[in-house]
């Protein structure tokens, strides 16, 4: 057997889907980007009693969190 016949044998399919989980939640941390996923995950373990938001309102809670707007401003503060 060639290595690429190891790689992609279906003993390791979850083992490589793991790990491109793994690779696309960090590069969307790189860029500010938080993961609903794990985000559920903590809502379900520390606060089983909460409704997590929806994948919409989470990911409008992240961008105002990270760029808030001051009430009238209407431009970029950049």
Known sequence: M???DLLLSPKNWSRIATL?????????LMVGVPDYETY????????PELTPMDTKTFYR???????????????CPC
């Open 40 to 47: 559920l995950e903590h809502m379900k373990t520390h606060h």
């Open 20 to 28: 491109f989980k793994r690779l696309q939640q960090s590069f969307r």
């Open 2 to 4: 060639s290595q690429k």
């Open 61 to 75: 809670h992240c961008v105002d969190s990270r760029y808030p707007s001051s009430g009238n401003m209407k431009k």
